[in-house]
């Protein structure tokens, strides 16, 4: 079946360095990708839609300088947080639309800055 | 904009015991999905509804879409520990954006 492959698994940064997670499209094309994050025991959390070729769509409340996000091929979504701080640690996630089948999600990456 | 609204937050269930999961939109769903997650884990695919009065079952799972498409429902029966975890209901807004309830947080006690 349709699988996104999400890279990093874990990662653990000094602050203000950057990291980048990225999310391969196995199979299938992803015109759309969206990225999430989750903090412990909560849901998770909108904060961009990825569209191959364009700028990404930020969400209210997402600096989109901070959390830059590439789309430049049919197969490949790169999220980047920049400058990063202990408060960005958590958990992202990123998530293709396949129109009538639905969505399918990467296996996320656990960030910690230190 | 739609707002997911998902009750109990956490649950804790007696082993065997059927439990149900509620998710209510402030507006009409165009689709609603339902995930597993166990934090910090990536998220096992459930079922979709599309339909008013749809009903879908796999295995000891089913969940229901309400005729009116604003809620639905996740019931489990017989639970095991195996279906511990987190249980999300997400909804596609027109745009296709995919957006989640608060989760579930369930707990199946041996």
């Known amino acids: 079946g349709a699988v996104v492959s999400q890279h990093p698994s874990r990662v653990i940064c000094k602050s203000g360095t950057s990291v980048k997670i990225e999310c391969r499209s196995l199979d299938f094309q992803a015109t759309t990708m969206f990225w999430y994050r989750q903090f412990p025991k909560q849901s998770l959390m909108l904060m961009a839609t990825s569209n191959e070729g364009s700028k990404a769509t930020y969400e209210q409340g997402v600096e989109k300088d901070k959390f830059l996000i590439n789309h430049a091929s049919l197969t490949l979504s790169t999220l980047t947080v920049t400058s990063a701080h202990p408060e960005d640690s958590s958990f992202y996630i990123c998530?293709?639309?396949?129109?009538?089948?639905?969505?399918?999600f990467g296996s996320g990456t656990r960030l910690t800055v230190v | 904009s739609q707002e997911l609204e998902q009750s109990p937050q956490s649950l804790i269930v007696q082993e065997g015991k059927n439990l149900t999961i509620n998710c209510t939109s402030s507006k009409t769903l165009y689709g609603l999905y339902w995930y597993k997650q166990k934090y910090g884990e990536g998220l096992i695919f459930l079922m979709m509804l599309q339909k008013g009065g749809e009903e879908k079952s796999h295995e000891k799972i089913t969940a229901k879409l309400d005729e009116k498409k604003q809620q639905s429902s996740l019931h489990i029966t017989a639970s095991q520990p195996s279906h511990a975890g987190i249980y999300l209901c997400g909804a596609a807004n027109q745009g296709g954006k995919l957006i989640f309830g608060q989760g579930t947080e369930l707990s199946v006690k041996p």
């Open positions: 998530s293709a639309d396949r129109g009538v089948y639905g969505y399918t």
